[in-house]
Structure formats: C-alpha cells, structure tokens
C-alpha cells in the first residue's frame, strides 16, 4: 500500500526557507503586520494555546496580539525562524500527525505566499507541484464553502483543466477559475494577488467580489 505523500513538512521547510530570505521588517498581505509579525503569529499557533485563542475568538484577540508582541521582544527573528524550522512542539496538537497533515499544508502555503506576494517582494512566482495542486483542489470545498458561507451567489470552482466543484446552488452562477492554489488565495482574502478568473453575470461577479470572506 502507497502511503499518501505528506505535505505539511514540505510546506513548513518552504515557508521556513522564505522566512530566512525575507526582511523581518518587509511587508505581508497581513497589514499592519511585518514578516517578524507573522513568525510571531506563526510560532503562537503552534507553541501558545492560550494566547493562539485569540486566533479565533475575536474578543480575545488582544491576548494574541500583545502575546506577539512580547515574544517579538523576547526573541531574535533568526532564533524564532529556527524554532520554526523544528516543527511543532511534543505538546503541541500540531505535533500528531493527522492533525499536522490536516491543519498546517495550507496555512503554510498561505503564508508563505503572503510575503512572496508582498509588495515590495522581490520573489519570483513560485511553481506549484501537480501533486500539491491536487491536494489542495481536495481540500478547496471545505475552506470555500466557510468563507463564502456569506454569499447568496451561486458558486462553482473550475481547474484550468476542466475539472468543477458546485459549491453552491443558485439562480445566478459565478464560476471561479484557476489553479487550486490560486483559488485557495482567493478563497482566503487574498483577492488583489489571485490569479483567478471569474465568469458570471457583471452584478453577480460584482456582488461576489463585494462578500466578506473573513472566517
């Protein structure tokens, strides 16, 4: 039996590599935050349970963030990056690797692409694997339907190799096309640096472009 290929190793050493490449005080498409910001934001997820609730409890946000802070103060950016590089903590949730496998591939990516994306980035485009893409277009459902869960529009996603996903049902379609990479940008904020295409109605697309994809 083939055991599926894991990802989430691959894109922390990816993201990881981008950090040391990067400025710590060079911007993110997470403004205000810097590149150190977000190792900070990263490492907190990992390290951090009761300061990483504010992740996704927004009342608490202020925990992260001055938790963020202080760590930032703590710790050189080239320690944390190598903390980083480590992998998740034994008493870390993200140290099991279900949930490792389930949880950071994305993240990873993401971020990763956030600063590649930045604007005053000087990195090149990055060339997804077919393998990663596929992963990713498995996963696409799951995080589209949460951050559209606010659209009225009917939603359809379309690899540039024919392949769909119907999201949503609706009177007036939009059909969102793209690598599985690129719609997993659009999917989670990143709009202005997606290269994706949308095909619809001009109110619909309009409409859609207008929904609020925060999660």
Same mark, same amino acid.
């Given at each position: 039996?083939? &055991?599926?290929?894991? #990802?989430?190793?691959?894109?922390?050493?990816?993201?990881?590599? @981008?950090?040391?490449?990067?400025?710590?005080?060079?911007?993110?498409?997470?403004?205000?935050?810097? =590149?150190?910001? !977000?190792?900070?934001?990263?490492?907190?997820?990992?390290?951090?349970?009761?300061?990483?609730?504010?992740? =996704?409890?927004?009342?608490?946000? *202020?925990?992260?963030?001055?938790?963020?802070?202080?760590? &930032?103060?703590?710790?050189?950016?080239?320690?944390? @990056?190598?903390?980083?590089?480590?992998?998740?903590?034994?008493?870390?949730?993200? +140290? $099991?690797? +279900?949930? /490792?496998?389930?949880?950071?591939?994305?993240? %990873? #990516?993401?971020?990763?692409? /956030?600063?590649?994306?930045?604007?005053?980035?000087?990195?090149?485009?990055?060339? @997804?694997?077919?393998?990663?893409? /596929?992963?990713?277009?498995? &996963?696409?459902?799951?995080?589209? &339907? !949460?951050? #559209?869960?606010?659209?009225?529009?009917?939603?359809?996603?379309?690899?540039?190799?024919?392949? $769909?996903?119907?999201?949503?049902? *609706?009177?007036?379609?939009?059909?969102?096309?793209?690598?599985?990479?690129?719609?997993?940008? %659009?999917? %989670? *904020?990143?709009?202005? =640096? +997606?290269? =994706?295409?949308?095909?619809?109605?001009?109110?619909?697309?309009?409409?859609?472009?207008?929904?609020?994809?925060?999660?």
């Amino acid at each position: 039996m083939v &055991r599926p290929m894991a #990802f989430a190793p691959i894109e922390r050493e990816h993201l990881c590599d @981008v950090l040391d490449q990067a400025d710590p005080e060079g911007a993110t498409l997470c403004p205000p935050w810097r =590149v150190h910001d !977000l190792a900070c934001h990263l490492w907190i997820r990992e390290n951090d349970p009761s300061a990483a609730i504010g992740l =996704v409890v927004k009342s608490l946000a *202020g925990r992260t963030e001055a938790r963020m802070q202080s760590l &930032r103060a703590e710790m050189s950016y080239g320690a944390l @990056v190598g903390l980083l590089r480590q992998g998740p903590p034994k008493h870390s949730l993200f +140290a $099991l690797p +279900a949930a /490792d496998e389930q949880a950071n591939p994305m993240e %990873y #990516f993401t971020h990763a692409e /956030d600063i590649r994306r930045a604007p005053d980035s000087t990195f090149e485009r990055r060339q @997804v694997s077919p393998e990663f893409q /596929d992963y990713l277009w498995r &996963r696409l459902p799951g995080v589209a &339907r !949460l951050t #559209f869960r606010r659209s009225t529009i009917g939603l359809v996603l379309e690899r540039p190799n024919g392949k $769909l996903i119907q999201l949503r049902p *609706g009177a007036s379609i939009v059909t969102l096309i793209g690598e599985p990479s690129e719609l997993l940008l %659009y999917a %989670y *904020g990143r709009r202005e =640096v +997606a290269a =994706v295409e949308l095909i619809g109605e001009p109110d619909s697309v309009l409409r859609l472009e207008q929904v609020d994809l925060g999660i």
